[in-house]
């Protein structure tokens, strides 16, 4: 990424920019779109990133640092219920941008990107820190957590989960990536929400970034709800076994 002002980063310096979706759009895209397309909000999220980023600096592949909460059924048979604490899935994953395609055939593109993370990720603590695997020592300049709908625990004494923000974290601390995009909906109201450092970046810089990751996530619900045509993968149909001739010739004969 290139910086206002290239800087060590310290959570003191931390400030926060962010926009709303209206509540339309955002039911098109946690509601309406994964049922028709079967594309999940983060692919949604992720391509309208991997776009603006190429609009604000000409990035055509970049190391993203995914997030999520760990209490999902990734691992068959694995039972948190007894467990207390907030676990966290982490791992980075390339994104390549290739303005050559359509806007329906990229957001495809990212979708298989991101399917091709075995596991969603899941070995990558063990074969960064436990193996010290040399391919996997590095550090995205950018983190991403779609965090989902909160509902109501993001009212009352949790104030939107504010405890995310950087008064949560000691002003001391060092932050190794650039960016952090936090997605959450409250309300039935998507918020997106940049944090950076404003030793690197001026407000207006990154407000920058903002507008077209809006203006993409917005081209790209109109097309899902309007006009997507969908392309199919064997990796979207992993109990089949399927080879893509085999999958070719079967939609052939629908």
């Known amino acids: 990424l ?6 060590v980063i310290s959570e003191s ?8 979706l209206d509540p339309q759009l955002t039911d098109s895209l946690v509601s309406k779109i994964p049922k028709s397309t079967n594309l999940k909000p983060e692919v949604v999220l992720i391509t309208a990133l991997a776009l603006a980023l190429y609009d604000w ?3 055509e592949g970049f190391c993203l640092g995914l997030e999520s909460h760990g209490r999902g059924e990734k691992v068959p048979n694995m039972d948190v219920s007894r467990t207390v604490g ?13 303005t050559s395609q359509s806007l329906n055939n990229f957001l495809i593109s ?6 091709e993370v075995p596991g969603d990720g899941l070995g990558y603590g063990v074969l960064r820190y436990i193996r ?3 391919s996997l020592n590095q550090t995205p300049p950018i983190v991403f957590n779609y965090l989902g709908n909160l509902g109501s625990i993001a009212s009352g004494r ?6 995310l923000g950087h008064s949560s974290r000691d002003d001391g601390s060092e932050r190794e990536y650039h960016l952090e995009l936090n997605v959450k909906i409250t309300g039935e109201v998507l918020n997106c929400n940049i944090s950076y450092s404003r ?3 001026q407000q207006l810089t990154v407000n920058e970034l903002l507008d077209y990751i809006e203006k993409h996530l917005i081209e790209i619900i109109d097309l899902c709800t309007t006009n997507f045509q969908a392309i199919y993968d064997p990796k979207d149909f992993p109990q089949a076994n399927l080879s893509k001739g085999d999958l070719d010739n079967l939609l052939d004969q629908l």
């Open 110 to 115: 990212v979708k298989h990107q991101l399917s």
């Open 199 to 201: 030793a690197e970046y």
């Open 158 to 163: 949790f104030d939107g989960l504010s405890m």
């Open 13 to 20: 310096t931390i400030d926060q920019s962010s926009f709303q």
């Open 2 to 7: 290139d910086f206002d002002n290239p800087a």
């Open 132 to 134: 010290q695997s040399p």
């Open 57 to 59: 600096r000409k990035i």
């Open 86 to 98: 907030w676990l966290t899935n982490y791992y980075p994953v390339r994104i390549d941008v290739d």
